[in-house]
């Protein structure tokens, strides 16, 4: 019973690994596709959030990497000043600002999409960031100053490339318009700016109080003593 329960798990896992290899390398087909790779994607439920996550992983990689490795004639970066924990923030925070303001916003108007599905659909535009970054890294080392244009054109390609997939992946997920979902992503990034000041306030609001009611301490055991 044992044997059998072993060799169960073992395809278990193994279909879970062809599963995941899968729908990561179909990341390839959105990034060619985007209005069929999109559609497909969440409807047809080509991806999966393990490839997802591991996208979104190997992007924070990259822009780690990018900091360390880019040669210093175009990244003049202090590593040793580099915060890790910042940078990941950098990448994480707005995406998953992103994806609550877009679901908030869409929802009330007729959004197709779920919360998952937006940021399925977003992971998945991230691909062609590390896929044009982790070698522009290495070209990096060879170039000239003189050939930094080549470097710049490839680099604004990753960020544009990735911007034109989000923009498709929500028009496929909510089901909307060229024009609907242009409105819909300003408004996105209206809530985004909204979200962000409040969270600054309430932070501020948080840490004022705790520095009164720290001094209020400090002042009563003053004078107790």
């Given at each position: 019973m044992s044997y059998?329960?072993?060799?169960?798990?073992?395809?278990?896992?193994?279909?879970?690994?062809?599963?995941?290899?899968q729908t990561l390398r179909y990341s390839l087909y959105v990034i060619l596709h985007p209005a069929d790779g999109n559609w497909d994607l969440i409807h047809a439920k080509r991806g999966s959030y393990s490839a997802a996550n591991f996208i979104v992983i190997l992007t924070l990689l990259t822009h780690i990497w990018k900091l360390q490795y880019t040669s210093f004639i175009f990244n003049e970066v202090n590593w040793e000043k580099v915060n890790i924990f910042k940078e990941i923030a950098t990448i994480l925070l707005p995406l998953a600002i992103f994806c609550i303001c877009n679901w908030a916003v869409t929802t009330l108007f007729d959004g197709k999409g779920h919360l998952g599905d937006i940021y399925k659909g977003t992971a998945y535009a991230l691909t062609p960031y590390p896929l044009i970054q982790i070698p522009l890294i290495i070209i990096?080392?060879?170039?000239?100053v003189e050939e930094g244009t080549f470097y710049e054109v490839f680099n604004t390609v990753s960020l544009v490339w990735c911007a034109l997939l989000i923009f498709m992946a929500m028009m496929m997920i909510h089901q909307f318009g060229f024009g609907k979902t242009l409105l819909f992503t300003f408004i996105t990034i209206?809530?985004?700016?909204?979200?962000?000041?409040?969270?600054l306030l309430f932070f501020s609001m948080i840490s004022q109080g705790v520095a009164y009611f720290v001094s209020l301490t400090r002042e009563v055991m003053f004078r107790l003593n």
């Open positions: 059998v329960t072993k060799n169960l798990k073992k395809l278990i896992q193994k279909d879970t690994y062809v599963h995941f290899l990096s080392q060879f170039l000239t209206f809530g985004m700016l909204v979200f962000i000041f409040i969270m």
